[in-house]
């Protein structure tokens, strides 16, 4: 396998990094105000911190739903197992936790905070309507996310936008009858809502480069760029057959899916995701380039 590394990348995430850091100290300002108290600012930053670094990945599986899976665990868990084995390899991972999230959206994403504490979820309504060869093509585009680290950066970028946006959605609650002492809620909200944005603006950024290099480092991965464009048609394909139950359970894994969940007009307007059109364009192009090479 020839894999180069993506600099545009790589640029790119050092850049969020940064932002994202500066995001932090914006944020710890906005606790001080909120909690009016060094120590408990503190330790809440701690804690966010330590849950972040160690338990991010059991979180976003947690929210889909999703279980981790042995060989032992049926047919389906054992196809994956060899799947993701074989991929892996073939790509110089570590072979991460393989997941199983029992919903009719057809997705998949991989978490984790490094190669070595990795997993690569995936949902049941993705292995129903793909074949083998375009299933292995998703999960190669899957294992280039973790191969190019920038699931990191997402999880770290993701929990500090929910946090946020946990802070604007309930912090009114703990206002008082006097003004004055409503006035480091009011900013410690607006701070929130500030964080909360600029951090959606930089997942959205990161995401749609990030998309892109993960569909290169697929077909690097497999040889087969056409497979993967087949598997993000049926997938792009199937959205709309998608009970809206289903879709709202899984909406808030949308930066980590292959495919994100919204369709309409304002969807693609804010997508985290480029357009499937133009993914599956460059894939042919790249699909081009193999033959020819």
């Not at 294992?143 to 920038?150: C, E, I, M, P, W």
């Not at 206002?175 to 944005?197: E, K, M």
């Amino acid at each position: 396998m020839n894999w180069k590394p993506d600099w545009g990348l790589r640029g790119r995430m050092a850049l969020t990094m940064f932002l994202l850091f500066a995001l932090y100290i914006v944020f710890a300002g906005v606790l001080f105000a909120y909690f009016q108290s060094l120590a408990v600012m503190a330790g809440f930053m701690g804690v966010f911190l330590f849950a972040q670094f160690f338990f991010s990945d059991k979180i976003a599986l947690y929210s889909m739903g999703a279980s981790v899976v042995d060989e032992d665990d049926g047919p389906q868990a054992r196809k994956l197992h060899a799947m993701v084995g074989r991929l892996s390899q073939q790509a110089d991972l570590p072979k991460p936790k393989v997941a199983i999230a029992d919903t009719r959206v057809p997705n998949a994403f991989a978490t984790g905070r490094s190669q070595k504490s990795s997993a690569v979820c995936v949902t049941t309504g993705l292995m129903d309507t793909l074949d083998d060869d375009e299933l292995e093509g998703v999960i190669a585009h899957e294992l280039a996310h973790v191969k190019n680290r920038d699931v990191m950066v997402m999880t770290i970028a993701s929990f500090l936008s929910s946090i946020a946006f946990l802070i604007v959605r309930w912090g009114w609650f703990f206002g008082g009858d006097d003004n004055r002492q409503n006035a480091p809620v009011i900013v410690a909200i607006l701070a929130s809502l500030a964080v909360w944005i600029i951090s959606y603006l930089l997942i959205r950024a990161l995401s749609r480069y990030r998309e892109y290099a993960a569909d290169r480092g697929a077909a690097v991965i497999t040889g087969r760029p056409s497979a993967l464009a087949s598997a993000l048609l049926k997938i792009s394909g199937r959205m709309d057959n998608v009970p809206k139950r289903d879709m709202r359970d899984t909406s808030e894994m949308n930066a980590f899916f292959i495919i994100p969940i919204k369709s309409d007009f304002i969807g693609r307007l804010f997508s985290t995701h480029p357009s499937t059109e133009n993914r599956v364009e460059r894939l042919r192009d790249l699909e081009r380039e193999m033959e020819t090479a």
